[in-house]
């Protein structure tokens, strides 16, 4: 299908232009890839490949072939020039790369010391078990350098003498990709020959059979956290060998040690010159783990572990940690541009906080938190459950990235870091152990942040309110399953109402304030749009006695939220909908009156046992109401249909079907007096004209989703409407006769 009509030489690889059937060229290379040491020559010999359309080879002149061949020439040429340049530039780096030399060689004679008994299996089970990832021991050995440092910041503040005082307090960290090491360096307190023995010949200063009761013992275990020899221990996960230089800062003068294992069992320790001070280690990394020799892996690691540690890391020279930690200074010393920049680079986003929390507290725990609260989120596009959005610190050493339990998973939305000393840095720093202390960490948090919520609700509520449109749906989520917090995650909720205008939002601690001495309950109703909810028939008695009902318009959620809330400030929350909902409101004196136009009450008690045997089985109780001024009928103490919506998403097939329904009638209404007396005449009529109001006041109550059922029996109604129209010629009766001439009601329009 492709014949090559030209060739040209590059070097030792081949290049051939190959023209397709139909008027395409394309440059294709075949290099072979173990020749290629750099991704741009690769790039260069196939993802610039060339294609255009031309014109069919058959046709083609000599003039048009010579053209060609200039135009993949000069494409050639381009290309070197820019392989060239990125050659260049990449060597440049590589030159500007500073790396840590191993300078010092031992001088006099080395001994050798068997570690404790059964030492190898303790190594085993800190090395293996205890670590969930290899790349732990990075973090690990930062960690310890920055103890390190921070001890002879001490000893130079309080006035002791050190060696060496001008060095600088940094962490140095060298990655070899040729030799396979990887080194990180301090110049902070160091260690003599004693302490060396001492620290690193014994596991956490712990004895063999103490440790590994200590190891059974999650309360104890902590405690062995911060001392050198356990976190030290962790790189023999990655490495062969491990050399360690160390020269104490106390010991002016004095000598430099070597101390050298594989973590079989022994170690040997010797003289070294020259050492600097502060302790210099030397990973020599094992088949499997030199991805750790790579720079790139080491500074994401860095970047996601000890971003934050308080002295600069520099990575073969250049420093990782640019962005400092933020919550550990003063609130009031933070300036709203190292907020954002601080925001978006812990959360990765480009966007501002809209809310910034920064508070610091020493009782009942020591803590810092800073906490952000987005613009927006990824959930309402249907992009999956977001995960928690606060990491856990404990002096600036991450001890877990997105902490469950922190905060409650409702509040997964909110980024941001909390530092707490009380944290034990365990003995697998990613693996929480007290996790009762994580629940009264959570406590306090949860409870600060809802505070604030609170407060910057009353101060901006147009700013609050930006902020509810955009996450009220978690908002929700924890009325209905943080049983913890709910009364204090109430006051957050917003709503209208019918006391409010269009678009105005009110509380529920606003709405309890407009309650009349007389109302005992919260009232609500659940509908598509404020229209629906003012023409709802279970507005109607409430309209009318001036009572304020609360709209709530998200079909989804709100029926689970307002059930779960259940009471507000010692006052039950109940829908309209329920039966006991208007049960404390009198009747107003026009319906009473009415009474003389509806059914007495022999009469009900006659069409309701009607009723119940043409509706069978659809109704169990047939009640009068004086609740319904222009709705002949309505269903009460009905199954949520938000709950019959989330059945039969979650299962289809096994959706049940509409139970017994109660219902109350409003026997004033002109349509049920007119079927009342119909159904004397013509009851297969009243019949059908009965189901219809049944089925109006389902629809109503929002219990039938799909009517497609009813359309025939409307069409047979209109039918019989216009056979019997005045003046048709086909019926005497007239419009005044007319039994189904529905009164001016939008729910009986048909």
């Given at each position: 299908m492709f014949k090559s009509v030209a060739a040209r030489?590059?070097?030792?690889?081949?290049?051939?232009?190959?023209?397709?059937?139909?008027?395409?060229?394309?440059?294709?290379?075949?290099?072979?890839?173990?020749?290629?040491?750099?991704?741009?020559?690769?790039?260069?010999?196939?993802?610039?490949?060339?294609?255009?359309?031309?014109?069919?080879?058959?046709?083609?002149?000599?003039?048009?072939?010579?053209?060609?061949?200039?135009?993949?020439?000069?494409?050639?040429?381009?290309?070197?020039?820019?392989?060239?340049?990125?050659?260049?530039?990449?060597?440049t780096t590589k030159e500007s790369e500073t790396l840590i030399e191993e300078t010092e060689h031992v001088v006099g004679e080395s001994t050798t010391k068997e570690f404790q008994a059964e030492t190898k299996k303790i190594l085993d089970i800190v090395a293996r078990s205890l670590y969930s990832d290899k790349e732990i021991f990075i973090r690990e050995l930062i960690s310890n350098a920055s103890d390190a440092l921070e001890k002879v910041r001490h000893l130079s503040m309080t006035g002791t003498d050190v060696v060496d005082p001008d060095l600088p307090l940094e962490i140095n960290i060298s990655v070899d990709d040729k030799k396979k090491t990887i080194t990180i360096q301090d110049y902070g307190i160091g260690m003599a020959k004693d302490e060396l023995v001492e620290y690193l010949g014994k596991i956490g200063f712990s004895g063999t059979g103490e440790f590994m009761k200590v190891l059974q013992d999650k309360d104890k275990a902590s405690n062995f956290i911060g001392q050198f020899g356990v976190g030290f221990y962790s790189c023999f996960m990655v490495s062969t060998k491990v050399k360690v230089y160390s020269r104490s800062c106390k010991e002016v003068g004095g000598r430099g040690w070597v101390w050298e294992s594989d973590g079989s069992g022994s170690y040997t320790l010797a003289q070294a010159e020259p050492v600097s001070r502060g302790t210099k280690i030397i990973a020599f990394l094992k088949q499997d783990s030199e991805e750790f020799?790579?720079?790139?892996?080491?500074?994401?690691?860095?970047?996601?572990?000890?971003?934050?540690?308080?002295?600069?890391?520099?990575?073969?020279?250049?420093?990782?940690?640019?962005?400092?930690?933020?919550?550990?200074?003063?609130?009031?010393?933070?300036?709203?541009?190292?907020?954002?920049?601080?925001?978006?680079?812990i959360s990765k986003a480009y966007d501002s906080p809209q809310y910034t929390l920064h508070f610091q507290a020493d009782m009942p725990l020591s803590l810092r938190a800073l906490f952000y609260v987005p613009e927006s989120h990824m959930e309402k596009y249907g992009m999956g459950r977001q995960e928690i959005g606060v990491s856990l610190f404990s002096r600036k050493i991450l001890i877990q990235n997105k902490c469950k339990g922190l905060l409650p998973e409702w509040l997964r939305f909110v980024k941001g870091v909390v530092d707490s000393e009380d944290v034990p840095l365990n003995l697998s720093r990613e693996h929480l152990q007290d996790s009762a202390l994580i629940k009264r960490l959570s406590g306090v948090l949860t409870k600060r942040f809802l505070r604030f919520l609170e407060k910057e609700a009353k101060d901006d509520a147009a700013r609050y309110a930006k902020f509810y449109a955009e996450f009220s749906s978690f908002i929700k989520e924890g009325i209905c399953t943080d049983y913890v917090h709910k009364e204090d995650i109430a006051k957050l909720l917003r709503m209208e109402s019918s006391a409010t205008n269009p678009g105005e939002l009110t509380?529920?601690?606003?709405?309890?304030?407009?309650?009349?001495?007389?109302?005992?309950?919260?009232?609500?109703?659940?509908?598509?749009?404020?229209?629906?909810?003012?023409?709802?028939?279970?507005?109607?008695?409430?309209?009318?006695?001036?009572?304020?009902?609360?709209?709530?318009?998200?079909?989804?959620?709100?029926?689970?939220?307002?059930?779960?809330?259940?009471?507000?400030?010692?006052?039950?929350?109940?829908?309209?909908?329920?039966?006991?909902?208007a049960a404390d409101i009198k009747p107003a004196e026009e319906k009473q009156k009415q009474e003389e136009t509806g059914l007495n009450k022999e009469e009900f008690a006659s069409f309701s046992q009607w009723m119940k045997t043409v509706l069978v089985d659809?109704?169990?109780?047939?009640?009068?109401?004086?609740?319904?001024?222009?709705?002949?009928?309505?269903?009460?103490?009905?199954?949520?249909?938000?709950?019959?919506?989330?059945?039969?998403?979650?299962?289809?097939?096994?959706?049940?079907?509409?139970?017994?329904?109660?219902?109350?009638?409003?026997?004033?209404?002109?349509?049920?007096?007119?079927?009342?007396?119909?159904?004397s005449i013509d009851e297969d009529l009243a019949k059908e004209a009965v189901e219809q109001v049944f089925d109006n006041a389902l629809i109503q109550a929002g219990l039938i989703e799909d009517g497609r059922f009813m359309v025939p029996r409307i069409n047979k109604f209109l039918e019989k409407a216009l056979l019997s129209a005045k003046g048709d010629g086909f019926s005497d009766v007239t419009k005044e006769e007319d039994p189904f001439k529905a009164p001016k009601s939008s729910s009986t329009e048909l």
């Open positions: 030489s590059y070097g030792a690889k081949s290049i051939r232009v190959i023209r397709p059937v139909r008027n395409a060229v394309v440059l294709a290379a075949k290099p072979n890839y173990t020749e290629y040491k750099r991704p741009s020559q690769v790039r260069m010999f196939h993802s610039r490949a060339m294609l255009r359309n031309t014109e069919d080879p058959k046709t083609q002149t000599a003039e048009d072939k010579q053209k060609l061949d200039q135009e993949i020439e000069e494409m050639i040429k381009r290309e070197q020039t820019k392989l060239n340049e990125e050659e260049k530039a990449e060597d020799s790579v720079k790139q892996t080491v500074e994401n690691i860095i970047k996601t572990y000890s971003n934050f540690v308080g002295f600069p890391i520099n990575l073969n020279g250049s420093q990782i940690n640019k962005v400092g930690a933020l919550w550990t200074q003063t609130p009031k010393d933070v300036t709203t541009e190292q907020h954002k920049e601080f925001y978006q680079f509380s529920l601690a606003a709405y309890v304030s407009r309650m009349p001495k007389t109302q005992k309950d919260i009232y609500y109703l659940i509908s598509p749009s404020r229209k629906f909810a003012e023409d709802s028939p279970y507005f109607e008695t409430f309209k009318e006695a001036g009572i304020e009902v609360i709209f709530l318009y998200d079909t989804r959620l709100d029926d689970f939220v307002m059930s779960n809330l259940a009471d507000f400030d010692g006052r039950k929350i109940k829908t309209i909908e329920s039966s006991s909902a659809k109704v169990t109780t047939v009640t009068d109401t004086e609740r319904l001024t222009t709705t002949p009928m309505i269903i009460v103490d009905h199954e949520s249909a938000s709950f019959r919506r989330m059945m039969r998403a979650v299962d289809p097939k096994h959706a049940t079907d509409l139970p017994k329904q109660q219902v109350q009638v409003n026997a004033r209404h002109p349509l049920i007096v007119k079927i009342y007396r119909t159904k």
